[in-house]
């Protein structure tokens, strides 16, 4: 993992260089005329983050990008004087060549963190979008460098690695977004934890942002980056990570991923999955008998529990059980038949059908492709090195689903 700090690594040579330059410090500075477009819009929604907003400011007054870039806040009904400190920072913003675009609705309630990011995007005019959250800070090179990458990728999600503050917190989750790699981006989408890149760190083209069309508005409760990360993902998009720190991440109990369900998350990883790799697949084996991978097994249609041949696992006491039952089934058979004096079909219940009883094997015993109900860095490495040891490929032989 690359060392994550506040420092600014050495600057490279950016890729846009302006007509028309001004000098702030030791950064050039574009200086976007009005009949241009703008480069980069950096879209930020603001909800009560009085606390963190001069951090986040800063970081933006301190790119090295050298293009032209304007900043986009929507206002969801903070009442915490938010918007008064984003005024206060136009004119530095706007001396170091940013231009602030902000507005906000007259309810009482905010609408959400899906309809302010698109209210943000739609009063934008950047040919990029760099996505930010109020409450973290990005570093001085970020814009320059995740703007490079999109020109290459420009039907993709650009991310970044990130420090975590305070330091420690979701110490794991943190590992997995800054060292998963570049193919895992694309194959590790199904997982808890959620976009293999961020969505606090996305940056996209506004072509690609608009083709996979707006954040969803359901509001409080509502995975917005994750149903726009999936809608991505199916239009054929890629996910690409810039391989730098470039983002303060910060943890707290106010964020608005603390609003979302974990069963509500759950149900729609369930769908993504069976529509994108299920559905697909005649048969397949559930890596983990336990309490995931039954949870897993019920969760699927009718027709894709036919699909699992096996759990499989190292606990020898569920392999020594032999099967797993699924005790909650209740699906009845139903038997035709024919009045004598109608032609109208009749139904009527008959026994319940044998619950379905699926194997329950040692891993080295089970046959792919797997999806795998494991938690990843849990167990000192020893899971990963009894997958490692079947050869197979990710993305192919098996999908995780931890």
Known sequence: MSACSLECPNRQEGVCVPAKRLCLGSVDVGVHEPDKPVDVSIVMPVHNATC????????????????????????????????AIVEGWRERLERRGVSLVISSHDSTQPRGVGYAKNRAVGQSSGEYLCFQDADDMMMPQRIRLQYEACLLHKTSLIGCQVRRDPEGSTERYTRWINNVSQEQLATQVYTSHGPTVIMPTWFCSRDWFQRVGNFDEGGKGVPEDLLFFYRSVAQGGGVVRVDQCLLVYRYHQQAATHTVLEETIWNHRVAFLQERVINQWKAFTIWNAGKQG????????????????????????????????????KVLELRQHRCHHSHVPRFSASQERPKPKIPVLHYKDAAPPYIICVKLDMTCGVFEENLKSLSLKEGVDYHHFN
């Open 294 to 329: 039954r949870k897993l097994y019920r969760s699927l249609t009718h027709t894709n529990q036919k699909k699992v041949t096996a759990f499989c696992d190292v606990d020898e006491n569920k392999i020594k059980k032999g099967f797993y039952t699924y005790e909650d089934s």
């Open 52 to 83: 963190w907003l001069d951090e986040c400011l800063q970081g933006i007054l301190n790119q090295d990008f050298t293009g032209s870039m304007e900043l986009s806040v929507y206002d969801d009904a903070s009442t915490d004087g938010s918007r």
